[in-house]
């Protein structure tokens, strides 16, 4: 009885921790941008994948340990082996191949027209942004926090002034690394709301984990006037709507 109590109690806890992982401003599966929707699809589809498979293979290998020295031996085991060992692997991993290049189009977002540009630099050990017009000039800078407007396309060109980093905003896609001269460019658009952050995702020092960044995302009219105002936030980490 204490036993099977016990059991309840460790099995609700559990599913508390693992809910818990599923939401928060850095969690990959509260997705609140279309690349980050797109990866967030593909790891269900894997992970719903890998269990049916895994249920199919310890089912076909309890149903050998089980018959085994019982009826009759396979009339074609060239047949089973052929079928479970190398036709279903090829079908599923060409089916997974065909499924991740038609995904990563909403990853990379390459065929989207870019709204807005902010020029990404990473530092030990913080972050700065410089939001540029269209001919590349610096409009505002800020500093451990970038201002998005939201459904817009926005391009990081992202680097680094010293060591490698990890540029990596979860709610809203994939990462990108920031290296000492070379740009790297990301697209991301934010879609949903509630809190977003970013983190540096490549150790790069002592301070690593202290490179986190808030994302704020704001309509159209807001952002035009944050820009328009011109104050350099970058020897602060506060910010004024």
Not at 59 to 88: D, E, H, V
Not at 111 to 138: P, Q
Request: hydrophobic share 50%; aromatic share 10%.
């Amino acid at each position: 009885m204490l036993k099977a109590r016990v059991s309840h109690i460790t099995a609700v806890v559990l599913a508390i921790l693992f809910a818990a992982g599923c939401d928060g401003p850095q969690s990959t599966l509260a997705p609140a941008g279309d690349a980050a929707f797109a990866i967030a699809e593909i790891w269900w589809v894997m992970l719903i994948g890998s269990v049916i498979l895994f249920v199919l293979v310890i089912g076909l290998f309890a149903f050998a340990l089980l018959r085994r020295g019982r009826g009759p031996q396979l009339t074609r085991p060239f047949l089973f082996i052929a079928g479970g060992g190398l036709l279903m692997p090829t079908v599923v991993l060409a089916a997974l191949l065909v499924y991740g290049v038609i995904a990563s189009r909403d990853v990379t977002s390459t065929d989207v027209e870019v709204d807005r540009v902010i020029a990404v630099t990473g530092h030990r050990w913080f972050w700065e942004f410089a939001y540029l017009d269209d001919d590349g000039a610096v409009l505002r800078r800020s500093r451990d926090f970038v201002i998005i407007p939201a459904r817009r396309m926005v391009e990081f060109r992202v680097t680094s002034n010293d060591v490698i980093h990890g540029f990596w905003i979860p709610r809203l896609g994939g990462k990108i690394d920031a290296i000492p001269g070379r740009i790297n460019t990301l697209r991301l658009r934010a879609n949903g709301d509630g809190p977003i952050s970013g983190q540096c995702a490549e150790f790069c020092g002592i301070d690593h984990a202290h490179m986190r960044f808030d994302v704020r995302v704001v309509d159209d009219a807001s952002f035009a006037r944050w820009i328009g105002s011109g104050i350099d936030d970058t020897a602060r980490a506060a910010t004024d709507d």
